[in-house]
């Protein structure tokens, strides 16, 4: 069987380099897979974070050959096997070591966002075709690719500022919910800085289950955010009618 | 106490952060407790994770005939009658409300018709019991449960691996940790713990689980002198992806043939008919991975040593609502469209019956503050589980178990633990550095080759008498495993520690397994194909005397007249 080399950063916070580890490619074999042969035989100490190895954990993120991607659903035969293949840690996470990033930051940005609150007496009837659209965003599986290539978390460090698209889409799974009863709007402008995201879609071309995050989530609630805060008439109207702050 | 360590102190410890260990967070937290979770990955990507049929849950929603006493028998069938019947009891009055509460926290599961929870068929279910997403059940949960949790103020230590118990006398004190990331020591002191790990898997090659199912929290409850249960019964999915070599063991949910997928052999034969001619595809799962086993080894497997999986008799666009995983999983990493053809299917080392025995009503061990729930704990399945009964079990006796926990707590005064312990299990966590000896890796895979060919589907004297020589040896080489580098993030320094924890409860299934001379549910002895009525009543129980593994036979305990009567009922199926 062909052997592949495989350039793997080693590293920590301070330094690193790439090491060039050779691997036999087995039909079918993605790229944690080789990490792991890689582990196994030559570098035991070698930093991957795993655990499903089905991609629906979302923990083996990485650049590989400059592409974020799950190394669990990254084939080795769709990567061309006569250069070496370049394994590279999420850029916009501080590395701990070698392929391993601390993605606390984003855990962080989860505690802000207020549960799912239900209306006061609802029967808890809810129809499919009202759920689809938030389905879709429940699928995500916080790989975290999505929040690697934002250009405002990778490319301005926006992360004090900036909920980046995962919690996009999180919250637009609440707002949708048919039977919520909260708004999220003062948090998605305020808190989470919606209005820096210019909707370049980098977020929907690497997510791994497909969620069209931008146009299904972020473009929703960007316009719920315009409603609520920009629009004069519906801002008249809930002048007259003295209404709260509600935007559902 | 020792200054010098990290330490934190709560009223009560979860070690693990999937359904059961979140579960019993929540509740614990509701009873105001002060609740510490440790796991050894990040927050979310437990094991739960990777369910994807469905939580069984007798709500009635789809077939009105369903309740409770339908769903306890199904339980107990499937479970060969070994079952804890209290846990089987309890497990079936509560799972439904355990499931409305999820949906009050913000899950959203399919709906019927009429805007209810939508339940799907299952092996050994005699209604549609299964609420379920698509065939991700497992993620919603997860993610349910994790979100509630935080916002109701749990401190969670993730990416920290707990490598023993500590005690004050006969009670449990606390744990002893290291994380993961730059491999410092933490002393976690607690009036009580729950042990939540989850399973064994990782002691077999082909498997459903991840690295972390090593079954580190029997392993931790044995040490500390707590009894486990039924170790043999250890269950084999009859669906895992069987080609190509890198996804070997990949689960392929039940929930393909629940929503009507056929197994054929390579003659295009429904072999099922042969060996479940009633229920066929949705027998239970020890029949069905023995019955598939058996057409591989009788000749009649596929190219690549499996059965044919096939749904594409349905409409692919339905297969893709209702399965979206499998469908992506095979088309990505198998290039197979099961739209339009079938999948290659065989058994894969998926959950374990057996554990830690505990009480039925707290969840409680037979340690003082220590408790366990989920599949680190046995009772409820007995000899089989049946799909969708997981879930439900984390639910159930993840809430009990957090509530006696914190119960528990509030009774006590704060526990005090010697610096002995401490710095013992310093020096053994720190010794793979300080030797020269073999590499972790190695061992753990020759654990895994033996484990697969000898303590498997089928078990027979011979096989089993030789794993315990195997198991002996690989035990003294063990004492010795070495590992270079530092410690920050080390796999290979981690896995010396999930070794331990392996080679404990592989011991305790081959065991168990020797004594148990009949074949029940998912343990089946070629030298003893029957069931046997005195084993049929009687369980086996694990407990260390000294550095001895003991295993001794105890009787269970009959069944109440009503229960009997409820068993004995025909009405559904099941057998």
């Known amino acids: 069987m062909a052997d592949v080399v495989l350039k793997v950063f080693r590293g920590d916070r301070e330094s690193g380099a790439t090491a060039d580890y ?13 990490l792991h042969y890689v582990q196994k035989t030559q570098a035991p100490d070698l930093a991957v974070r795993w655990n499903c190895k089905a991609g629906k954990c979302g923990s083996c993120s990485a650049e590989v050959n400059g592409r974020p991607r799950l190394t669990c659903k990254t084939r080795m035969d769709s990567l061309p096997q006569d250069k070496p293949i370049t394994i590279l840690p999420l850029k916009s996470f501080p590395v701990i070591k070698d392929l391993v990033t601390d993605v606390s930051w984003n855990y962080k940005v989860n505690k802000k966002i207020p549960p799912f609150t239900p209306r006061a ?43 980046g698209p995962r919690f996009f889409v ?63 008439i519906l801002r008249l109207v809930r002048k007259i009618r003295g209404a709260g702050s509600s935007a559902k | 106490m020792n200054g010098k360590y990290e330490t934190h102190e709560h009223d009560v410890l979860i070690i693990g952060a999937g359904g059961a260990g979140l579960r019993a967070a929540i509740e614990a937290l509701g009873q105001g407790a002060s609740v510490g979770v440790v796991c050894k990955s990040l927050l979310g990507k437990a094991h739960t994770v990777m369910a994807e049929g469905g939580i069984a849950a007798a709500m009635g929603n789809v077939d009105a005939a369903d309740d409770w006493r339908t769903h306890f028998r199904d339980t107990m069938r499937g479970g060969k009658f070994l079952n804890n019947w209290r846990m089987a009891q309890l497990h079936a009055q509560e799972a439904a409300e355990r499931v409305r509460e999820l949906e009050q926290w913000g899950a959203l599961f399919d709906r019927t018709e009429d805007g209810r929870i939508l339940q799907r068929a299952f092996g050994g279910h005699s209604f549609k019991r299964l609420c379920h997403v698509g065939d991700r059940t497992g993620l919603e949960m997860i993610r349910t449960l994790q979100d509630r949790g935080v916002q109701q103020g749990f401190d969670v230590y993730m990416e920290c691996t707990v490598t023993r118990l500590l005690m004050d006398g006969g009670r449990v004190a606390g744990a002893f940790a290291y994380w993961r990331e730059n491999g410092r020591f933490v002393i976690f002191k607690a009036k009580s713990v729950v042990l939540a790990t989850g399973g064994i898997g990782k002691a077999w090659p082909i498997t459903s689980n991840s690295w972390e199912y090593t079954g580190d929290g029997m392993a931790l409850a044995y040490e500390a002198g707590a009894e486990l249960l039924d170790m043999e019964f250890v269950q084999f999915h009859p669906t895992g992806m069987v080609w190509p ?27 099922m008919e042969r060996y479940d001619p009633q229920r066929m595809e949705l027998s239970t799962r020890d029949v069905v991975a023995r019955a598939i086993y058996t057409e591989v080894r009788e000749g009649r497997g596929t190219e690549h040593g499996g059965a044919y999986l096939d749904i594409s008799h349905k409409p692919a666009d339905y297969v893709k609502r209702k399965l979206p995983s499998m469908y992506h999983q095979f088309r990505e990493l198998a290039d197979v469209d099961i ?73 006590q005064n704060s526990p005090s633990i010697d610096s002995g312990q401490i710095e013992a299990a310093e020096r053994e966590v720190l010794a793979p550095f300080e030797r020269q000896g073999e590499s972790p890796y190695v ?12 303590v498997g589907i089928f078990r027979t004297e011979a096989d089993l008498q030789s794993a315990m020589g195997k198991l002996e040896a690989l035990k003294q080489r063990a004492q010795k495993l070495a590992i270079s580098g530092s410690r ?23 065991r168990s397994a020797l004594a148990r001379k009949e074949s029940r549910g998912a343990h089946s002895r070629i030298d003893f194909p029957k069931y046997d009525e005195t084993w049929g009543k009687q369980n086996n129980i694990i407990l260390r005397q000294g550095d001895e593994m003991n295993l001794q036979q105890r009787p269970t305990k009959e069944l109440p007249d009503d229960l009997k009567a409820l068993l004995a009922d025909e009405k559904g199926a099941g057998a």
């Open chain 2, 339 to 411: 739209t339009a053809g079938p999948m290659e299917v065989g058994p894969t080392c998926h959950y374990m019956m057996g554990g830690v025995r505990v009480d039925a009503e707290t969840a409680a061990s037979t340690i003082p503050g220590l408790y366990a729930a989920g599949e680190a704990a046995a009772g409820l399945h007995g000899a089989n589980r049946l799909g969708g009964n997981s879930l439900s079990d984390l639910l159930v006796f993840g809430r009990r178990a957090g509530l006696a926990a914190a119960a528990y707590a509030k009774a």
């Open chain 1, 170 to 232: 999180r919250v637009a799974g609440l707002e949708m919910h048919p039977l919520d009863g909260v708004s999220r709007v003062g948090l998605l402008k305020n808190e989470l800085g919606l209005g820096l995201c210019n909707i370049t879609k980098c977020c929907t071309e690497v997510c791994p289950e497909e969620i069209r995050i931008t146009d299904n989530a972020i473009i929703p609630l960007k316009e719920r955010v315009v409603d609520e805060y920009y629009d004069p």
């Open chain 2, 245 to 271: 070599p890198g996804v070997q063991g990949l689960l392929v949910t039940e929930a393909v043939r629940g929503e009507g997928g056929l197994l054929r052999n390579k003659n295009g034969e429904r072999f």
């Open chain 1, 121 to 163: 007496g609802t029967d808890w009837r809810m129809q499919q075709a009202d759920i689809d659209r938030v389905q879709e965003f429940r699928k995500c599986i916080e790989c975290f690719l999505c929040q690697n290539v934002c250009h405002v978390l990778r490319d301005h460090d926006k992360h004090e500022k900036f909920g």
């Open chain 1, 22 to 34: 050779k691997v036999p490619v087995a039909p079918g074999m993605v790229v944690l897979d080789a």
């Open chain 2, 488 to 510: 920050m993030f080390n796999p290979g320094w981690h896995l010396c520690a999930d070794m331990k924890s392996m080679l404990t409860v592989s011991e305790a299934v081959t």
């Open chain 2, 443 to 454: 061992l753990h895979e020759e654990l895994q080759q033996f484990m697969q060919k000898q």
